[in-house]
């Protein structure tokens, strides 16, 4: 079965640091891979999309960058954070095939507070 | 534009009662729609979608869903509630498809569920 594992799943960061969180995922092949924020335990935002290694398509424009060094790997980054970043981050994935691409699958989510 | 609204901020329910959480949508097209819930500081887990096919779809944990296509409708329904149904519950549909395989899904705001002994 697939499993999709994020880390850390808690960071407390001050403004202007670098950051790096981590998505992988792990019994299938070639997934689609989705970044989320949600702010305030609500509504989700989707961030970045990618449908292989290295292609990556940004929904919003922001101090975030996204990268996918590896099949299964997932990466969102920053040079330098800011108070807004604050929030809980989700990766999913989705399958590529046809007819099974349309459900995504959720992360246990990071939770970033930058101080 | 694809679009989903949970009309309804929070639900109260008796545990043992029957619950419903409202869902309505607008898409060109014919929709795709799922249900999520997600337990405080966890990830969203996929509870049930619809595509095509029975009106009334069944998922994890005893929910259903009840496909409207007149009312543009997909309420979320559980027979009776459970205290641990206590969450957040999302609707979603999935966005006009671009090419490539990317699938998108269109979230409503969420609505919390809170079930009383």
């Known amino acids: 079965s697939q499993t999709i594992h994020q880390w850390p799943a808690t960071l407390v960061q001050p403004v202007g640091s670098p950051l790096s969180l981590e998505c992988t995922v792990e019994?299938?092949?070639?997934?689609?891979l989705y970044w989320y924020r949600q702010a305030a335990g609500r509504g989700l935002q989707l961030l970045f999309y990618?449908?292989?290694?290295?292609?990556i398509s940004s929904e919003v424009p922001q101090n975030l960058s996204a990268s996918r060094p590896q099949d299964r790997q997932f990466i969102l980054s920053s040079k330098k954070l800011l108070l807004s970043d604050s929030g809980f981050y989700l990766c999913?994935?989705?399958?590529?095939?046809?007819?099974?691409?349309?459900?995504?699958?959720f992360g246990p989510g990071t939770r970033l507070l930058v101080l | 534009a694809q679009s989903v609204a949970q009309p309804e901020d929070q639900v109260n329910v008796a545990e043992g009662n029957p619950l419903t959480v409202k869902c309505t949508y607008s898409?060109?097209?014919?929709?795709?729609l799922f249900w999520y819930v997600q337990y405080p500081n966890r990830g969203l887990q996929f509870l049930l979608k619809?595509?095509?096919?029975?009106?009334l779809v069944k998922g994890s944990y005893g929910f259903e869903a009840e496909f409207n296509k007149s009312q543009t409708s997909f309420h979320l329904k559980k027979p009776s509630a459970l205290v641990s149904d206590s969450a957040l519950y999302f609707c979603?549909?999935?966005?006009?498809?671009?090419?490539?395989?990317?699938?998108?899904?269109?979230f409503g705001a969420g609505t919390r569920l809170a079930v009383h002994p």
């Open positions: 999913a994935w989705s399958a590529s095939m046809r007819g099974e691409k349309e459900t995504q699958y």
């Open positions: 019994g299938t092949s070639n997934p689609n």
């Open positions: 990618s449908v292989g290694i290295g292609q």
């Open positions: 898409v060109s097209g014919n929709p795709y």
């Open positions: 619809y595509i095509t096919g029975d009106n």
């Open positions: 979603a549909v999935r966005d006009i498809p671009l090419s490539g395989g990317y699938n998108k899904l269109i």
